[in-house]
C-alpha cells in the first residue's frame, strides 16, 4: 500500500515547501487539478526537478485528447496522469497506449462514474494501471464517501491497482486499510495540518501496518 499527497490548494513555491517536510513518509506527490490550471504543467516540472526520486502524478482529469495530453504531462516529467474513468473508451485507450509507449502509467478517475462495477471491468480490460474511486469536494460537504465503492472494485477487477481517494484522514484511514487498496491519496489530512511531518509519519505507519 503506497501513499499519495495530494496538493491541490497550493501554489509550486508552497507546495515544494509542504513535499520537503513530508517527503521521507510519502511514495507519490500529486500535483492536484487546481494547481495544473492555475500553474499549468510546469508545475510538475519543477516538482520532479526538486524531488526527482519521487513519483510524481499529474492530476489533468483527461476527457479527451488523451493522447495528446499525456504525451505533454510525460514530457514534464510526470510518472503517472489521470483520465475520468467517464470519457470514452476511445480516449482511455489513447492515454493508455501513449503511457505504455513513455513508461508512464495511467490512474482512471471514477469519479461521476454511475455504474461503478461495470465501468471498473471495462477499465481493467482496457488496461490503465489503477482505477480510483474518488469522492469530490462537494459530494464530501454532503457526508459521502468511497468505501463501498472501493469493495466493488477490487472484487471485479483482475490486473488493475485500486486507489481511494477524498477526505482519507487519520480517523477515517483504518476503515480505508481495510479494503487494502494500493494506493491510498490523502490531501489535507496531510496538507493543512499545523505539523505536517507527524501526519504524513502517522498515516504512513498505519498503512505500513496494513
Given amino acids: ?123 481493467d480490460e482496457l488496461g490503465v494501471d489503477y482505477i480510483c474511486v474518488h469522492t469530490g469536494y462537494d459530494l464530501q460537504a454532503v457526508g459521502k464517501n468511497s468505501f463501498e465503492d472501493l469493495a466493488t472494485i477490487k472484487r471485479v477487477v483482475k490486473n488493475t491497482k485500486t486507489a481511494v481517494a477524498g477526505g482519507i484522514k487519520l480517523e477515517t484511514l483504518p476503515e480505508v486499510i481495510k479494503q487494502k487498496p494500493d494506493l491510498v491519496i490523502v490531501g489535507g489530512g496531510i496538507a493543512t495540518q499545523d505539523d505536517k511531518h507527524a501526519a504524513a509519519k502517522s498515516i504512513k505507519e498505519l498503512i505500513n501496518k496494513g
Fill in 1 to 123: 500500500m503506497k501513499l499519495q499527497l495530494a496538493l491541490d490548494l497550493v501554489n509550486i513555491p508552497e507546495a515544494i515547501e509542504v513535499v520537503k517536510e513530508v517527503e521521507e513518509h510519502i511514495d507519490i506527490v500529486e500535483i492536484g487539478t487546481p494547481v495544473v490550471i492555475n500553474e499549468g504543467l510546469k508545475a510538475v516540472k519543477e516538482m520532479k526537478n526538486a524531488f526527482p526520486n519521487l513519483t510524481v502524478l499529474a492530476d489533468l482529469k483527461i476527457m479527451d485528447a488523451a493522447g495528446y495530453e499525456v504525451s505533454q504531462a510525460s514530457e514534464a516529467g510526470a510518472d503517472i496522469i489521470t483520465i475520468l474513468g467517464a470519457a470514452e473508451d476511445q480516449s482511455i485507450k489513447g492515454a493508455v497506449e501513449e503511457a505504455k509507449k513513455r513508461g508512464k502509467q495511467i490512474l482512471a478517475d471514477m469519479i461521476a462514474v454511475k455504474d461503478i462495477e461495470t465501468r471498473a471491468k471495462e477499465l
